[in-house]
């Protein structure tokens, strides 16, 4: 039996079939619609009696290679690709959830995911349950008769909270619901969800997996029952994602481990930096020592990610002054990128929150999220320093 190939080449070898060409890397299949052979090719493809690309809403050669490299690196059975991570995440819930249902959440989602729980859902008769992360050994009292999922992000956005997969896949098979992870910001390369019992697994492959600011995209990945509605629910909904994106990611795929390790490794050096910074109160990120969930990170994950949180001293004001005075790195709201960015949360992206919902989730006035990229430590470091220094 040949021997199972390594993460690092898996990500690089798993193609598909080279075209009569003879091109090494994988050809783009920019095209709306394939042809067939005949009437009976027609009728048998359209019937499922055979694979066979029909429409790029459905399926094409480019996004089948992305979300077969997925699959492979998260150790699922299938999956889909699609337009952008909040598609995959609104597909996926939107094919296995019905009027009545119950969601069991963590409470610190993304924004537009808290949006899709708190303003869209309900209109179709879905309801939500948050739990705090504090609270999450006690989660099991609040499971309903109606409860379809049990969703969480881990590390969470932007505190970095860290959910034991372990014990939430236990809970979910407990009690018949599904489990389902984004793992956005631990990317398949440093956490694989599965293993500990999740039944789907979500990203937004914009951030790391893309790697470098480039496109949109976002895949679901797990059991082939539940991959299969969602698909069904896709391909006449429209999510999809096109084709020349999917070639982006794949490729970037490719230099996943290498760019995620140099990621961590700074990550590292940046949060061990501000631990002793006298402007700094407090750091979090998943694989230092203080970190409150340091050993569950530790168990789940292979590295600590790209991610650093940090509290400035003195409120929204000094968190202000900190990004008016950052002179390299980027001011956005994206994170993954080979760029180190930084956002100020409480006067940006989750402005509209109130001191204390911000609080719940861990926002507080002076806290900041760095996303670590790929620039020389001594650079990042130089600039976190020149902007704290004021």
């Not at 990621?263 to 230092?288: D, G, I, M, T």
């Not at 609080?359 to 020389?376: C, F, K, W």
Request: with cysteine; hydrophobic share 40%; glycine share 8%.
């Amino acid at each position: 039996m040949d021997k199972k190939r390594e993460f690092e080449t898996d990500a690089i070898r798993n193609q598909i079939e080279r075209s009569g060409f003879g091109e090494h890397t994988s050809a783009m299949y920019v095209t709306s619609s394939f042809v067939f052979d005949d009437a009976e090719d027609m009728r048998a493809s359209f019937a499922e009696e055979k694979e066979k690309n029909i429409y790029s809403r459905f399926s094409n050669p480019n996004n089948t290679e992305f979300v077969n490299k997925i699959v492979a690196m998260e150790g699922a059975e299938s999956g889909y690709a699609f337009a952008s991570g909040m598609s995959a995440i609104f597909s996926t819930f939107g094919a296995l959830l019905s009027s009545g249902d119950h969601i069991l959440s963590a409470r610190s989602v993304f924004g537009s995911t808290h949006a899709l729980f708190t303003r869209f859902f309900p209109k179709w008769g879905i309801e939500t349950t948050y739990f705090n992360i504090s609270e999450a050994n006690d989660i099991e009292s609040l499971i309903q008769p109606n409860t379809k999922i049990l969703y969480a992000e881990t590390p969470t956005n932007p505190g970095l909270e860290i959910l034991d997969l372990e014990y939430l896949g236990h809970i979910t098979k407990k009690h018949g619901i599904l489990l389902v992870i984004d793992n956005c910001f631990a990317t398949p390369y440093l956490q694989q969800p599965i293993q500990y019992g999740a039944d789907l697994v979500v990203h937004s492959a914009t951030k790391l997996i893309d790697g470098q600011g480039r496109v949109l995209g976002g895949v679901t990945v797990g059991r082939a029952d539940l991959i299969r509605e969602i698909y069904l629910f896709s391909r006449n909904t429209g999510p999809s994602l096109s084709p020349f994106n999917s070639w982006i990611l794949s490729k970037s795929l490719e230099t996943l481990a290498v760019r995620v390790d140099r990621h961590c490794e700074n990550a590292l050096a940046v949060a061990e930096f501000l631990e002793k910074h006298q402007r700094v109160s407090s750091v979090r990120y998943p694989f230092l020592k203080t970190h409150p969930q340091y050993a569950i990170a530790v168990k789940q994950m292979k590295k600590g990610g790209n991610i650093v949180a940090f509290e400035v001293k003195g409120g929204i004001e000094a968190g202000r002054n900190f990004l008016n005075r950052i002179k390299m790195c980027s001011l956005s709201a994206n994170l993954g990128d080979t760029r180190t960015i930084v956002t100020h949360p409480a006067s940006s992206t989750h402005s509209k929150l109130s001191v204390e919902e911000r609080a719940v989730v861990g926002i507080t006035d002076g806290l900041i999220r760095v996303s670590i990229g790929l620039e020389n430590i001594s650079d990042i470091v130089d600039d976190l320093s020149q902007a704290l220094n004021y």
